[in-house]
């Protein structure tokens, strides 16, 4: 074979191999399964480029547009397919975002418009879910008409495949040269559970080790967006741990197959979020965003959240 095309074939193999392994460690890693429209027209996404991971669907005459905390992103895909079974008159019709709760209720405030790189679009939230507690702020403000709750989460540590930093506890998070990635607290109300779990486990000096010290001196990285970056941080060798819910870890150990793991937190240390969703009071399809609440609460819906370590909401 010609030297020349023997060359020109290996070094397209290595750009091919470089693309995947970009597209490895960078969202989405769905594979476009997130995505409900019918028909998608022009495929482009170029990983961590142009990939918008936490827009899913078609903006233009949605018949039904749900404001949910990206906790659970990964679950919205068979949620959605489910749902549309029940009600195929939404099929394709679904639009849905996953930017942090806090994110999502300013965007609501602003009458649902939102700007990313250069585009900026308007889309009025039916349904709005997040924590128990954020959602009830937004009732008492006057956006969501009542609180539905659903399900729950716990806390886990979330490693690079292989433990290289040697993680056992939420107490080693503090030891010195130890790297991290950690919810921001001001934009994850995951923080708030983590500072909790974190003052359990070794009091006030652990929660300053990890939140003010390290981040400091370096060692403690804060997420920008939400912590889905946090495994992307931990594949790319930034950090050897992170705090995130269970059911991220376990998206992108077992189903994402990220060469990811996670060390559980005791009990005792341990940290519980409850999910709930509410109507918005100005929903443009109010009938639309009822059945997707009430079927957040059914057998079907909290048996795909159990696939991924949630817990159904028992009062």
Known sequence: MNKKLISSLMGLGCILATA???????????????????????????????????????????????????????????LVA??????????????????PP???????????????????WTVKADVYAAGMKRVKQMVDKGYVKAVEPYATNDLTIMVPKGNPGHITSLKDLGKPGVKLVMPNPAFEGIA????????????????????????????TILTHIHHRQSPMFLMQGKAVAGVTWGSEAVFQERHAGNPISFVKIAPEHNSTAIYAAGVLKDAPNPEAAKAWVEFLKSSKALAIFQQYGFKPYRP
Do not use: C
């Open 20 to 78: 995947q392994a970009v597209a490895d460690v960078y969202p989405p890693w769905s594979e476009g399964r997130n995505n409900p429209v019918t028909e998608r027209g022009l495929e482009f996404t170029v990983p961590e480029v142009d990939n918008l991971p936490d827009f899913h669907g078609n903006p233009m005459d949605a018949k039904l547009s749900v404001f949910v905390g990206g906790n659970y992103y990964f679950a919205m895909a068979p």
């Open 192 to 219: 708030r559970q983590i500072k909790a779990a974190l003052k359990k486990a070794g009091g006030d000096e652990l929660v300053k080790a990890v939140y003010e010290s390290k981040v400091r001196n370096g060692e």
């Open 82 to 99: 489910e749902f549309e079974k029940e009600h195929p008159e939404y099929k394709g019709k679904i639009y849905y975002e996953t930017i």
């Open 102 to 120: 806090g994110l999502l209720a300013t965007q609501i405030e602003k009458g649902g418009t939102i700007t990313v790189g250069n585009m900026t």
